[in-house]
């Protein structure tokens, strides 16, 4: 499962499959304030198109799409992202994640609130899915170095 | 701005910690430490000027994201929560100092991902105590329960078997709890804490809020390990690395019995709960006539925690203000002790390379300092006066006086004679055994860690030897463990003040206060 | 199993759940919720607004859940390579 | 009685559920299967809360310009919704962190049975 | 006719929680899981809880699913019971 498969049909599907998955999960990302979706399923999808890279054409191959190394500390970013909104919300004079006090003072309170989320949902999708890529890669024992 | 933010602050700073953690360790491997104890060291601070305000100017409601509470979520700092997360800040600082170099002795590839977890595991600890909101409370609960999954899976071979089989308990017993939230919800509507407390009475008679109440305290009581689903305890503890059983053994089963507290609170401790006060009673017995059997140091302490931890509960549970302040008192005893102690136990496993109580002829003579640490935190288990446990026990023997309930009096005393039991047992082997010669090689042969003893031979002088035999702990691992040692017998002589001034205005108002 | 039969029955509209306010006159959140999501952040997703906006702190909560999760396995499973 | 199971009917099934996941906890030995009936006793608790937010002709939360927002009956309550998004994300991750302990003990003992290894842990 | 559709889901949920638990073949059994999954995710969606449905079935059919077959891979594929 880490290796290579040797079906050509598997690799090239998966190839195929993987951007598309991806694409989805993007759009579901950006979807999520009108229906159905948001950061945490848009980041499931873009986690699962990697996996179905690396399952399909082999960890090794796939490093140059995600790095097994970098994932934790962008899963550590997307963190940072929320939490740090967070705290620009205190520095703001508001309480802790108040998106009314964030410093775009230019904006009317209800569409900060909109940016607000997008924003936070962001973090929420990088971390999300190099955070599910992380536990794959170390259950694997993907080599990362 | 702090002291008012300070709900907020003190477990996002810690979590805030955590996830930097990974990016300043992704440049510089050796940051990882220095964060930790600063993060710490401004949690302590942070919390302190907390209670501070709390104290002049009355129980800080902190409104996240700025919605009114049964929008949003509360974050509660009363004097009780005030006074648990000084707790755990101050326990946190001395363990993240005292980890440096055991941590680097004991697991020296995962120092970065080991402060990242324990201050994951501190945080979700501290949000748990702040929050005001059941399911926020899940949700704190549940990230503080895969750090400790995963901190004691850490250790010698059996210890990913014994988290695995506490990992299974643990998500039993948060699909309890969580199980327990929905029922209240679905009854209820609300899922705040103090908003619940006022719908309560119109839905008092219903079977499902009684029941939901049934499974939160099942959910909690996996967590704190109380005597028929105590089994997790003993094994992960032992075989964890002792750096991690430091971190979760003082707070981690306290914070439950803290939430406990709370939980309870909002039904106004109902008549039915009783029933947990006998379960309380049997862990007190079985904890203690377990811990005498152990010949490991560190599974006499893990199972002496379920003995304790019954102490705290049958505290709660007899639900009057006496006992309740016993039990908070015990709670802070009893956190500094455990402290003490596997921080000693982890200091002796380093040097002496073995935790069998057998083979600890000769211990005071090689580590004095912490010998006397150890003992000083064995005579506060038992109760000894100048010592903090004293006065916890008083308490708590005050309250099962006053309920009448001559059982539990007994069962507390028959716990302090088992106590008694495995402090001399110490006593007796490391002091009045004779130390002899051959001791020496038992220990050169079955310590791998050996840095001193390495270039001693057993058949060098007498004198010599006694020279080199002088193997304390470093001394950044030696002053927390001091400074604890004295803080018990610092509590045990300001207990009045303690209590006069902060446990005094923790008590529930529907207990009647209870002026000293 | 016994105790659910004491529950409101499933799409009751007068469980205390779906109540505007309580028994304790205080607002539900489920019903301001609905009223006021696309007000107060010009959203339509309701579910959204409220993971994000209302209870974000729980939804913070996951995000560190999931970073847990994964330092976790890391700090389980990762050993160096000889 | 009928009004009973008609209106309570996923609640007696999720019970059930819950019950059968308790039971391969407690009683199956193998590792997997243990985390199987984990898995279980997770998605009866979050299809509670999901039944608990159902209503009698109401809409999916997500704004219809047709549809009143000023009446809340008209559309299902978003909490429980949310919350359970929540615990599904925990629920994963907490099984990934399971999946990682079992292939640590698979590492040192080479089995998951749990038999097995309570021998082996005790013999040493 | 609602009920009766919703009836007959919980009906192979149950029955698949039950298969899953009783195969002696582990990845067998995770195939069976994932159809448990999929019949909750089904069921969310048919009480209106849209969003969660989705979530409930792109990872407890995609992600859960990749894991358990991972884990199943590093270690063991056949069960004693």
Known sequence: MTGQTHSPIIEVAGRGLAPIIQLIGIYVFFHGHYGPGGGFQGGVLLAAGVLLLRMTVGAENSQAHVAAKRTLTNCAIGAVIFVGTGIVAILGGGYFLDYAHLPVQWLEPAYMRYYGILFVELGITLGVMTGLITIYDDILEVDYA | ?516 | MYTVADLPARGDLNAPAQQITNAAGTPVAGAYYIQNAYKDAKTPNMVCVVLADYRSTDTMGELIVVFAGAIGCFFVLRRKRS | MLELIEGHYAYFFLMLLFMIGIYAMMMKRNLMKKIMGMSMIQSATIMVWIVSAYKDGGTIPVMDPNISLDNPDLYLNPLPHTLMLTAIVVAVVTLGVSFALAVSVYRNYNTLDENELLDRTKEQ | MHWQIEFLLFAILIVAALIALNLRNLLAAVVTLTIFSFMVALLMISMGAVDVGFTEAVVGAGIVGIYFVAAIFKTTRKSED
């Open chain 2, 1 to 516: 701005m702090i002291a008012q933010n300070s709900p907020a602050l003190i477990p996002v700073l810690y979590l805030l910690a955590a996830i930097i953690i990974p990016i300043t360790g992704y440049f510089r491997a050796g940051s990882a430490f220095y964060v930790a104890v600063l993060t710490s060291a401004a949690v302590f601070v942070v919390s302190l000027l907390g209670l501070q305000e709390v104290l002049t100017n009355g129980t800080i409601s902190y409104h996240l994201a700025g919605w009114m509470p049964p929008l949003g979520i509360e974050l509660v700092l009363d004097p009780l929560s005030a006074f648990i997360s000084l707790l755990i800040s101050f326990s946190a600082l001395m363990v993240i100092i005292y980890a440096k170099d055991n941590v680097a002795m004991e697991l020296p590839e995962k120092v970065m991902p080991f402060y990242s977890v324990s201050m994951l595991l501190l945080g979700g600890l501290a949000g748990m105590t702040l929050t005001g909101d059941l399911f926020n409370l899940y949700v704190f609960l549940e990230i503080a329960a895969i750090a400790g999954y995963a901190l004691l899976a850490i250790g010698n071979k059996r210890a990913p078997f014994s988290a695995f089989r506490y990992l299974t308990l643990g998500t039993a017993g948060a699909a309890f709890y969580l199980m327990g939230v929905a029922f209240i919800f679905i009854s209820t509507g609300t899922l705040n804490m103090v908003d619940i407390a006022s719908v309560l009475p119109e839905v008092q008679d219903q079977t499902a809020v009684i029941v939901g109440l049934v499974l939160i305290v099942l959910g909690l009581a996996v967590k704190m390990g109380l005597f028929p689903i105590h089994q997790w305890l003993p094994d992960a503890y032992t075989y964890a690395s002792s750096t991690a059983t430091v971190l979760i053994a003082p707070i981690g089963t306290k914070v439950a019995a803290y939430v406990l507290i709370r939980v309870l609170t909002i039904y106004e401790f109902p008549t039915f709960i009783e029933t947990l006060t006998w379960v309380a009673a049997a862990s007190i017995i079985a904890g203690s006539i377990l811990a005498i059997a152990q010949k490991d140091i560190k599974r006499m302490l893990a199972y002496s925690s379920v003995a304790n931890i019954g102490y705290i509960t049958l505290g709660i549970t007899l639900a009057n203000p006496l006992a309740f302040i016993g039990a908070l008192m015990h709670i802070l005893n009893h956190a500094m002790m455990k402290l003490v102690l596997f921080m000693a136990a982890g200091g002796i496993l380093n040097k002496m390379g073995t935790l069998s109580m057998s083979r600890m002829r000769g211990f005071p003579t090689v580590m004095p300092i912490t010998t006397f640490a150890f003992i000083i935190a064995l005579l506060s288990m038992v109760g000894i006066p100048p010592t903090g446990g004293f006065f916890s026990k008083i308490y708590l023997l005050l309250g099962a006086i006053e309920t009448e309930s001559w059982f539990f009096v007994f069962a507390i005393l028959l716990s302090t004679l088992l106590a008694v039991a495995y402090l001399f047992r110490f006593i007796n082997i490391a002091f009045f055994r004779p130390y002899e010669k051959s001791d020496d090689k038992k220990i050169i042969q079955s310590s791998e860690l050996t840095l001193a003893f390495g270039q001693v031979s057993p058949d060098q002088s007498p004198k010599e030897f006694e020279s080199m035999k002088r193997n304390e702990m470093s001394l950044l691992m030696l002053i927390p463990v001091l400074i604890v040692a004295i803080g018990i017998i610092l509590v045990g002589v300001f207990n009045g003040m303690i209590i006069q001034n902060l446990l005094n205005l923790a008590i529930p108002d529907f207990f009647v206060a209870y002026v000293n």
